[in-house]
């Protein structure tokens, strides 16, 4: 099975600590500084929507949000465009683009509650009804194929996956660490951010694969 459209949502910490509104200026304000590898185009405010997409930020490769789906805030990166690779690229490339989505929020709402994610609990879905049905033996080949990515991802296997039951939802699992995750080696940033990254040469991994 070919895992491409990988969904990662990083969930928040606890309640988020602000209005979500605010995500809109941050989010322009990363289309100005071209802050992230992808082209980035334009935000849409889904706030008035009960638990739906939240605030969105819209590129050409792939989506990131903070998105309030099932009443959890949290990090979505939506992955559009195919990847290159193997499915542990594939999920390397979309853990890393959502990590590193949270340690740039964590820096700039640090004095704002501060916003926090978690380390021990994310989502990891396929957008692609069609590329990944809901059947019996989808599921079980995309949790055999998770699982394996997902331990030499993070370099162990301490975590377990809860799998959707109602077949209205796309093949996914939530995922739970015996270990927290180290967002900052995740998402290459380990020295946080004073400043917006250089739009040159590629710097990281997935940076040079789009």
Not at 45 to 63: F, I, Q, R, T
Not at 197 to 206: K, L, N, R
């Amino acid at each position: 099975m070919e895992l491409q459209h990988i969904n990662v949502k990083m969930f928040v910490d606890g309640e988020l600590p602000f209005d979500p509104s605010r995500f809109i200026n941050v989010f322009h304000q990363w289309i100005q500084d071209s802050a992230m590898p992808e082209l980035l185009i334009d935000v849409a405010d889904y706030c008035h929507v009960p638990e739906g997409p939240g605030v969105l930020l819209v590129a050409h490769e792939a989506d990131y949000s903070m998105d309030h789906t099932d009443g959890r805030w949290g990090m979505r990166y939506n992955r559009k465009a195919p990847f290159p690779g193997n499915n542990e690229d594939r999920l390397r490339q979309a853990l890393s683009a959502a990590a590193h989505a949270c340690c740039r929020l964590e820096a700039q709402f640090a004095a704002d509650g501060p916003l926090r994610f978690k380390r021990t609990q994310f989502e990891v879905f396929i957008n692609d009804r069609a590329l990944v049905p809901h059947t019996h033996e989808a599921l079980s080949t995309f949790q055999a194929e998770l699982r394996d990515g997902l331990q030499k991802v993070l370099g162990h296997g301490g975590f377990e996956l809860e799998l959707p039951r109602d077949r209205r939802r796309r093949v996914g699992a939530v995922v739970t660490t015996s270990q927290p995750l180290d967002l900052e080696t995740l998402g290459n940033c380990p020295g946080g951010f004073t400043e917006p990254p250089p739009t040159g040469a590629p710097s990281t991994a997935w940076d040079a694969a789009l």
